[in-house]
């Protein structure tokens, strides 16, 4: 668990919508909640498939980008839980993976925090794969004076 100073809640909505020339079978979306630290934790983990993902609810600090890492590697044992070591608590880490670099391919995403109201940015990065991520935020509180 983290404590989250200035925190406000953000719905992450992601979505494939296209597998393109992609070669891997699996993928796992993490959020980073530390930047300095590198610290993340995982969203979705399993199977890649063209599909919207169920809704989840994050906490982010008001005054900093919500970044979203998006990952797709192969499962090598077949598990549709087998993320690669190293992606979700070490993805800022680098020479940290236990998978060769080749394994894995990534991309990231920021929002910054918004009063209200909802944004989508679409990856760019993983090869054909088309994916979107909508954040809608909730009111954000004024800072205590």
């Not at 983290?2 to 070669?23: F, T, W």
């Not at 919207?52 to 499962?75: A, E, F, G, Q, W």
């Not at 236990?98 to 760019?124: A, C, L, R």
Request: hydrophobic share 35%.
């Amino acid at each position: 668990m983290a404590s989250i100073p200035k925190a406000v809640l953000a719905v992450l909505e992601c979505e494939v919508h296209h597998l393109g020339d992609n070669l891997f079978d699996s993928l796992t979306i993490t959020a980073v909640y530390c930047t300095m630290q590198g610290g993340a934790f995982s969203v979705f983990n399993g199977k890649l498939s063209v599909c919207r993902l169920p809704p989840v609810t994050v906490c982010v600090d008001y005054t900093k980008d919500l970044t979203i890492d998006l990952y797709t590697h192969n499962s090598h044992s077949g598990d549709n839980n087998c993320y690669p070591d190293g992606v979700v608590g070490d993805s800022k880490i680098p020479g940290y993976f236990h998978y060769d670099i080749e394994d894995i391919m990534s991309d990231t995403v920021w929002f910054e925090p918004q009063k209200n109201g909802s944004s989508t940015k679409n990856s760019s990065n993983l090869y054909g794969l088309v994916m979107s991520v909508k954040v809608t935020w909730s009111s954000l509180c004024e800072p205590c004076q």
